[in-house]
């Protein structure tokens, strides 16, 4: 055999090692980060959309209150100090 062909082997050799050590590992992560974020984003979109049902459904207080009349004050409020 040639030195070329020893060369050829080893360098062969390396960008499989660097392939199938570095880069398919590298893919494979980002892959699962990739679908990891997209499930979180669906899970806080599904969460937001649940809080706002039932937002809606809740009954509102403020406006439970608005419906009566408001009372009229019997006139103004004077601070009270006591006296020793």
Do not use: C
Request: glycine share 4%.
């Amino acid at each position: 055999m040639s030195w070329k062909v020893i060369l050829w082997i080893i360098v062969g050799y390396l960008a499989f090692r660097f392939i199938f050590r570095f880069l398919l590992p590298l893919f494979v992560v980002s892959r699962r980060m990739k679908q990891q974020v997209k499930q979180f984003h669906s899970a806080m979109n599904a969460q937001q959309q649940q809080q706002a049902a039932q937002n809606n459904y809740q009954p509102d207080n403020s406006a439970g209150q608005s419906t009566h009349p408001p009372k009229e004050k019997a006139g103004e409020y004077i601070d009270f100090e006591e006296v020793k």
